[in-house]
C-alpha cells in the first residue's frame, strides 16, 4: 500500500474555492490529509470537493466569509464537532484590487476590504487554530502574505500594508506560541498564475508580461509551487523552521 505523508492528519485550508489554495488542499489530499476547504463560493467549493473525492480523498466545504466572526466561530465549530481536532491551517484567503491609487486616495470602503479580508481575517482564523492547537498539543500554521509583505509597490499601499501586517502578526504569533509546539511560518509568493492576477488582466493587459520581467526566472509561477511549499512546511523536515516566511518568486527583483 502506498504510505501517505498526511495519513490521519486534518487540514484546513482557506480561500480554497481557486489558485493557490484550491491547489494546496488537493495536495493535501492526496497526501491523505482531511481538508477542510474554507471561501465563500459554495459551488466552487464543492467543484472541489468532488475532484478529492474522485480520487478517493476526504474533504469538506465550509462557506465561510473571514471578514465574518459568526462565520468563522461556525467554520472551526464544524472542524470540531467533525474531527475533534486541527494539525495544520493555510490562511490563504486574499483579495487585491485593479484599481491603484497612490496612498492618498483609496477609497475608505477599498482600504477596509483589503485590510478586512488580508488581516483582520487571518487574525481572526489565528484565534481560534492557536486556542485547538494549544489544547492538542501542536500543530503548524501557514499564512500566505505575498512578496509585497516584504516590498512596497506603487498603487498598492492597501494590499503590501496588509501584507506586511500578516508577516509581522505570523511572526510575533510564532515567537509566543512556539513553546506550545505550534509553528507558525508565511508563504511570500511572488506572482502566481490564478484568479487574482487574471482579473486584473482587462484593466493591465500587458500585466503578465511585467511581472514576469520583475523575477530572475522571467516567469509567472504556477499554483502548484506554492502547494509544494506550503506541505513542506508542515512535515517533520520543517521542524526547525519557526517565525519566518519563506519567498517562492521566482527571484523577486526589486527596484
Ligand atoms: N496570485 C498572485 O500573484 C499572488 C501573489 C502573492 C500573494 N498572493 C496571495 O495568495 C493568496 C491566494 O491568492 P490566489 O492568487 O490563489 O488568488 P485567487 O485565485 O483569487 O484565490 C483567492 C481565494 O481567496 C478566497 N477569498 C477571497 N476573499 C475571501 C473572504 N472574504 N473569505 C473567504 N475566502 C475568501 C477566494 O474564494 P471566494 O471568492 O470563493 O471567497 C479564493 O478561494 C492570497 O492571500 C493572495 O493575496 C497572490
Known amino acids: 500500500m502506498e504510505l501517505k505523508m498526511f495519513e490521519g492528519k486534518i487540514a484546513l485550508v482557506t480561500g480554497a474555492t481557486a489558485g493557490m489554495g484550491r491547489a494546496t ?9 482531511k481538508v477542510i476547504m474554507a471561501a465563500r463560493r459554495t459551488e466552487r467549493g464543492q467543484e472541489v470537493v468532488e475532484q478529492i473525492t474522485g480520487f478517493g480523498g476526504e474533504s ?23 474531527y475533534g481536532r486541527l494539525d495544520f491551517a493555510f490562511n490563504n484567503a486574499g483579495v487585491s484590487s485593479p484599481h491603484n491609487p497612490t496612498v492618498i486616495k483609496y477609497e475608505d470602503d477599498e482600504w477596509d476590504r483589503i485590510m478586512e479580508t488580508n488581516l483582520r481575517g487571518v487574525w481572526l482564523c489565528m484565534k481560534h487554530e492557536i486556542d485547538i492547537m494549544k489544547k492538542q498539543g501542536g500543530g503548524v500554521i501557514i499564512n500566505t502574505a505575498s512578496i509585497l509583505g516584504v516590498v512596497g509597490d506603487w498603487g498598492l499601499s492597501h494590499y503590501c500594508a496588509s501584507k506586511h501586517g500578516s508577516l509581522g502578526l505570523a511572526k510575533t504569533a510564532a ?24 482579473f486584473a488582466l482587462p484593466f493591465m493587459p500587458k500585466m503578465l508580461d511585467v511581472m514576469a520581467a520583475k523575477t530572475a526566472l522571467r516567469r509567472i509561477g504556477q499554483p502548484e509551487e506554492i502547494a509544494g511549499a506550503a506541505l513542506w512546511l508542515c512535515t517533520d523536515e520543517a ?7 519563506i519567498a517562492i518568486d521566482g527571484g523577486y527583483i526589486t527596484y
Open 25 to 33: 488542499a488537493i495536495a493535501f489530499a492526496r497526501e491523505g490529509a
Open 60 to 82: 469538506m466545504f465550509v462557506k465561510t466569509d473571514v471578514r465574518n466572526p459568526a462565520d468563522v466561530d461556525n467554520l472551526f465549530k464544524t472542524i470540531m464537532d467533525k
Open 175 to 198: 515567537l509566543e506560541y512556539c513553546k506550545d509546539n505550534i509553528r507558525i511560518n508565511t508563504i511570500c509568493p511572488g506572482p502566481i498564475l490564478t484568479e487574482m492576477l487574471e
Open 239 to 245: 521542524a526547525f523552521m519557526m517565525g519566518k516566511e
